[in-house]
Every structure is written in structure tokens, then in C-alpha cells.
């Protein structure tokens, strides 16, 4: 018995001792946290998603040419924005970057997809808290009403219920699929 | 790291499209952008509906006010489609809050509501939530 403790101890050791020569601590907490995400994607909404009958967005690299590329201005998301593109600053179509705050008060409208030829629901959200981004700027108006409608006006700022009104770019996200019944 | 992972989670949660129609789709369309799709609307900017909207049909003059708000009476849907998207919100977010004898708004109603609209929505909203107040 103590003969085994010690062949455990010393191939613990010797692992110990090779796992400290052959790897940082910050490779050990990229590996650890690349666990942790990958434990915890399946309780997300993609997961549940799948449940109740929603449908991913549709696929952006199916696309030819602008239409599929999120930093131009012709991506097809884009068809009602006004700012600067998010993609563009440092976020994505769907994340604000690093440092500012989406909005929660926006405005939307819908976009038709040229792949599937389907409307989609496009929630414009403005990130909010830092200057002006001043790359890819986009002026689109498929649908946009004039000033005196305001919540269809995309002119105005949208950084509304942010700590900052100031605005960096603009997001568009997927809400969903109209569907004229 | 962790704001690369924040993205990563936010973008995971949002890449989903539900089809949505009808009442919905105008709510989607004409509403949500201002009061968010649970209705929480925007402390100090937009008032939230849910848990509020219906509790202003218990008291005398709010089912005018709910139908002559600006968000309703000036949207742009026609008088059968705007009567639609109220009831639902009434149902969506309001229904433990109505009145036994809620009856739902008709288009003939909303097109009669809607040709007054508010001209002073703050001070019929304050007072209206005094008498909310009072009802309990």
C-alpha cells in the first residue's frame, strides 16, 4: 500500500513538474476558460432554440459579393442604418465593441434577405459611450419615415437608458422573420 | 478575455429568428423598439407596460387615455390593425391587471379615440396613476 502512495505521489510530481516546464499559467486559464464557455453554450438560447421551433439566422456566407460582408455598407442587414458600422470599430453586426453600451431603446424595420428572399426583423442599436467611431459610415433609408415620425426616423441619436448619450456605431440584429398573415 | 467571451455569449444568445406575425409583428414593428419585447419600457424615457398597462382600465377615463397615448393613436397602422396590437399588449402584458368586465377594443373605438389625441399626456398620466394609487 505505501509502496503505491509512493509511485502516485512520485507521477504526480513528475507530471506536476512537466505540466509547470511545458505550459504558462496563462495558457492554463485560456484552456480553462475555453472550458468554461464550452460548458455553458448548450443552456443558451441557441440550445433552447432548437426546441421551440426558432431558426437560425440566415447564413451570411451564402452570399455573393457586399450583400454577405457585415463591415460594407450593402450588407443586407443594412438597409435602414445610419452611423457607423459596428463591425467596423471593433464589435460585430450583433455585438457593440468593447467598452460601450447597446441601447436599449432603438428603432426597427425590416430588411429583405437576398438569399432566401424573406423579411427580417432588423433591431438598429446604437453603442453608446464613447466618441463617434468615424469608420464605414452607412446611410441607408429602405423604410425609414420622415423626422416627425420619430420612432421610424433613423437621423436621431438612439442612446436612450445608456450612462452615456454618446454614440459610437450602430448595430442591426436579427429579431426575427415577418411574416404577413 | 472576458469581454471576448461577453461577445462571444451576447452574439450565442441573439443568433435565433422566430417567425413572427400579425399583432406581433406590428407590436415588433411599431412598439418594441421604445418599450422592449417584455414590456419593461426605459426608467425615465419610455414608461414600461408591463405590469402597468392594463391596471389603467380599472379607473374612469383610462381606457381613453391607453387608446389616445401618442404611441397609439399616432401609429402608423389602420384603426382594425392598431386595435390588434393593443389588445395583445393587453393581454400580453396587462392580463392580471384588468378588469373582470375587459372587453376588447374594437377598430370603430380606436378610430374614434385616436382623433383626440393628447395634448397634455403627462399631467392625464399623472393623475390617472393618482386614482390607481387611491383604487387599491
Known sequence: MIDRRRWLDRFVEVFARQMAQRTSRRSVLTRFGSFLVGATLPVLPVARAAEDGRLPPPDDAALKGDAGDPKSCNYWRHCAIDGFLCACCGGSQNACPPGTEMSPVTWIGTCRHPGDGKDYIISYNDCCGQSLCLRCRCTRTEGEKPLYFTSKNNDLLWCFGTKSRAVNCSVAVVLGVATRS | ?136
Request: aromatic share 6%; hydrophobic share 45%; proline share 6%.
Open chain 2, 1 to 136: 478575455m472576458i469581454r471576448a467571451v461577453a461577445v462571444v455569449l451576447v452574439a450565442a444568445g441573439i443568433a435565433t429568428a422566430a417567425d413572427v406575425s400579425g399583432p406581433a409583428l406590428d407590436y415588433a414593428l411599431n412598439c418594441q423598439g421604445c418599450h422592449r419585447a417584455d414590456g419593461s419600457g426605459t426608467p425615465g424615457s419610455v414608461p414600461a407596460l408591463a405590469g402597468s398597462v392594463g391596471k389603467f382600465l380599472r379607473v374612469r377615463g383610462g381606457r381613453e387615455y391607453v387608446a389616445r397615448v401618442p404611441g397609439v393613436a399616432q401609429a402608423p397602422l389602420d384603426d382594425a390593425a392598431t386595435a390588434g396590437v393593443l389588445n395583445w399588449i393587453l393581454e400580453r402584458f396587462g392580463r392580471d391587471d384588468l378588469p373582470a368586465d375587459f372587453s376588447p377594443y374594437t377598430a370603430a373605438e380606436i378610430g374614434g379615440l385616436r382623433r383626440s389625441p393628447l395634448t397634455d399626456v403627462e399631467r392625464v398620466r399623472r393623475e390617472l396613476l393618482e386614482a390607481i394609487a387611491r383604487a387599491r
